[in-house]
T-cell receptor
């Protein structure tokens, strides 16, 4: 399909390891968002990319978290030295921003840190 | 972005209309009202949005009060598949860093058979 694709769908990692989560947005969408959702909680905004503008990183919880968006398309969220509290579902969304419109979400990556 | 206030949970009988309220008393003139929902174990799904006029699409209707300080999402004939957490969000439309979506805790709508 042509929706937002995230990989892997599930990731189990050991505490202290680094992980990379990938998001393929819908083709042509210039805005890309990362959120995380802990069990039973709401969506926590992490970072927002809009075209060539500097990303809004205001939601990143610590300097262990970083994200890149290469060529205005694929994005990678990297978590260094993972901790157990990083366990959550990480959701990616993309949207057009030339006009007010909807954001399309992927199915998320479930990260479990053991 | 303006903050929103929603009830934590609501019940609705299957086949009846579900009316989900949202208060956004500090909304600015250039902020839209958006509604999303999240069905268990899925990513959020866009439902509808509006600025000041009432809006309707194939999923729902959005009623915005004249002073824009509150709104109501209406699912005209709720089904069991509409059981989900519904999020009311206000944000500036268009490009730029202020376009990010900030989700609150939402309303858990439980449609009862």
């Amino acid at each position: 399909g042509a929706g937002v694709s995230q990989s892997p769908s599930n990731k189990v990692t050991e505490k202290g390891k680094d992980v990379e989560l990938r998001c393929d947005p819908i083709s042509g969408h210039t805005a890309l968002y990362w959120y995380r959702q802990s069990l039973g909680q709401g969506l926590e905004f992490l970072i927002y990319f809009q075209g060539n503008s500097a990303p809004d990183k205001s939601g990143l919880p610590s300097d262990r978290f970083s994200a890149e968006r290469t060529g205005g398309s694929v994005s990678t969220l990297t978590i260094q030295r993972t901790q157990q509290e990083d366990s959550a579902v990480y959701l990616c969304a993309s949207s057009l921003v030339a006009r007010d419109t909807e954001a399309f979400f992927g199915q998320g990556t479930r990260l479990t840190v053991v | 972005d303006a903050k929103t206030t929603q009830p934590t949970s609501m019940d609705c009988a299957e086949g009846r209309a579900a009316n989900l309220p949202c208060n956004h008393s500090t909304i600015s003139g250039n902020e839209y009202v958006y509604w999303y929902r999240q069905i268990h174990s899925q990513g959020p799904q866009y439902i509808i949005h509006g600025l000041k006029n009432n809006e309707t699409n194939e999923m729902a209707s959005l009623i915005i009060t004249e002073d824009r300080k509150s709104s109501t999402l209406i699912l005209p004939h709720a089904t069991l598949r509409d059981t989900a957490v519904y999020f009311c969000i206000v944000r500036v439309a268009g490009g730029g860093a202020t376009n990010k979506l900030i989700f609150g805790t939402g309303t858990l709508l439980a449609v009862q058979p």
